[in-house]
């Protein structure tokens, strides 16, 4: 009997959009749809939701800063835990329209901002925490694209180390990487909380 031949494994993007949910506050259990495309790498929920236990209830009242935005899944959580406001800071721009997407969706459109451009332009222009907003303390996610802790990593340090200067202070800043990078090269690292979720590591300090 001839033997049916296997198609070759599709190298196109799924139909349907992928998902990511919000796993608590508020907006627990919605879902937040994406485009799918490889370039954005979701954060897991697991290592999500330790982010959020490690920062605790000090969300709260604080403006949200998503750095590298991806998804938008942190600030949107941070925004469902109780942060006053959000920014996010994608470069990509149809992932960009999808934080948007999903920002309209969750009738959040008077506590956020989608800023499409390049978050190292973006965070080298600040001079001072006027310049963005000194009325609140601030809750920053930066979870870069983990090739940037070898190809860019000056400039992470660069802008991680700024954002630590000008943050208004009660400011919380989570930084997450891949075993690649060494914590022990953040500023000041021994005032760092490090966390591994492997693959990630999760380092959180407190301004």
Known sequence: MPQRKRKPPSTQLPANPSEV?????KWRRRKLVYHGDPVTRPMKDRVREAVFNLIGPSVVGTHALDLFAGTGALG???LSRGALRATFL???FPTARAIQ????ALEANDMAEVLPGDTFLWVRRLTAARDFDDSHPWTVFCSPPWDYYVDRKADLLEIIEKILAIAPPGSVVAVESDDRFDPAELPNHEQWNVRPYPPAVIALRRT
């Open 21 to 25: 949910r919000i796993i608590g506050g």
């Open 76 to 78: 949107l959580e941070a």
């Open 90 to 92: 994608e470069r990509h």
């Open 101 to 104: 997407d999903n920002i309209r």
